[in-house]
Structure formats: C-alpha cells, structure tokens
C-alpha cells in the first residue's frame, strides 16, 4: 500500500503528464488565421491566382471543366519527389481524358527551379504561397505535411483529399472519367 505522500506525489505527475501531453497537443494544432476559409471536401475551390515557374500568374478557374489533381509538394520532401515519377505518368495516361495534374510547389521558387531543372516533370507547376494562411491550408492541409492532394471535379468542388503520397491504384482511381468519386 501507497503512503499519503507517494500518493500525493504519484497524483501531481499525473496531472504534469497530462497537462504536458495536452499542452504539446495544443502546440501542434495549426491555428487558421481569423476570416481564412479553409475548403472541405464538397466546398468549391478557393480561385487563388498562382505563378507559374516563368512568373506568369494563373487563377485555378482557368482549369474549370477538367478534373484537376492538385498536388501539394516541396523539393526537400522525399515522398513527394518519389510520387512525382508516378503522377507524370497519370498525367500521359489521363490527360487526353479531361484529367489534369497540378503540381503546387510549397518551396522557395529558386530550388524549385534548380529541381526542376534537373528533373523535369510534364504537368504545369505553380508556386503556392507559403505566408500564412498557405494555399495547402486553404485547400484543407491544416497539418501543412506533404505531400498533400485535393481532387477537383470538372466543376471545381472538391471531391477528395489526401495527406500522404499517391500510389499508381489511387492515381487511376481518382483521374479515370469511368471510376472518378
């Protein structure tokens, strides 16, 4: 049996473990800034206006009537630059089919431009922008982790998101016309 004071003490670092663990909680919790929407599946897209990597400025309205394929990416992130090889791919299969992968750079555009450079890709890149709130925010990526996709229907509401890379299954799954959610 406990005595009155290991018990005492065994209580208070309970409560340290537990208000440490909730204050930890709290810090990783990405707080959306006051009046920003962050979009849900089912919303319609925010229409932001993003660069290109030549400086050209395009609204997401521009891709209405296709299914789009947003991808959230970075050149420092391994996953993103390993699915990369797989969604140029899904870009040549489904292209001609009202499909279309947009690949959003969450990065500085100087090493987006040295990666793509050296690694080139054949669907569009546009700059996101990493002030807060960052376009993968508004586009419901309230972790902000990469890689991030959102799914736009012909229409521009959003159908699905994921947080995570894509395989080739969900890539053909989500870009088919027959099969698309």
Known sequence: MLSRSNLIILGLALLAAIAG????????????????HVANVGDLRPDLALTD??????????????????????SWCVPCLKEMADLNAAQHKFGDQGAIVLGIAMDDPARVHAFLSAHPVDYPILLGKLAEPSTSLRFGDQDEVLPFSVLLDAKGRILATRRGPLDPKLLADWLSPATAP
């Open 53 to 74: 990597t030549d400086g050209k400025e395009h609204r997401l309205s521009d891709y209405h009537g296709q299914r789009v394929l947003l991808n959230f990416w970075a």
């Open 21 to 36: 663990g909730w204050l930890q909680h709290e810090s990783r919790l990405i707080h959306v800034p006051e009046g920003v």
